[in-house]
């Protein structure tokens, strides 16, 4: 995927981030993404897939934000309902997925399918499409249809 250049003069306030920073989030987002796909384990896919949507939502977040003063640290997922209300149930989905991907490798805590780890790569990959069309950007070519094949869990 290439970044058209000439977005940088669609967004002329100087109050806004630098566009090269949100459209690298945006890059990274789909980097991980592609990297998700072909990753061998359905945890990592799964991580991979989490990340993708946090960078995500961060471009969008810092597209529609100014940097203020001093402030407790938050969530993206938290972040995310404030700076765009249509959203809030993604960031309710990514906030939970986000803790079940903090409890891998902890004991007890259950293991990631090929389906649940799936279903996040596609999730992922429909959310950036969202970011980016609320963004005004061109949506990127799709994922590969075949994910990583796996051991089934």
């Excluded at 981030?17 to 789909?30: I, T």
């Excluded at 790569?121 to 994922?143: D, K, N, T, W, Y």
Aim: charged residues 20%; contains cysteine.
């Amino acid at each position: 995927m290439s970044v058209n250049c000439e977005i940088e003069s669609a967004i002329p306030s100087a109050d806004t981030p630098p566009v090269s920073s949100v459209l690298e989030l945006l890059e990274r987002a789909w980097e991980g993404l592609l990297e998700a796909c072909h990753s061998s384990t359905p945890q990592e896919r799964y991580e991979l897939a989490h990340l993708a949507s946090l960078r995500a939502a961060s471009a969008l977040i810092a597209a529609r934000t100014t940097p203020s003063g001093w402030s407790r640290p938050r969530s993206v997922w938290e972040l995310l309902p404030a700076i765009a209300p249509e959203l809030t149930e993604w960031a309710i989905f990514y906030s939970i997925s986000g803790r079940k991907r903090l409890q891998f490798g902890q004991p007890g805590a259950s293991t990631i399918t090929s389906r649940e780890a799936d279903d996040l790569v596609r999730q992922s990959e429909r959310f950036l499409e969202l970011v980016r069309a609320m963004l005004h950007l061109p949506v990127a070519s799709a994922l590969p249809s075949g994910l990583a094949v796996t051991r089934r869990s």
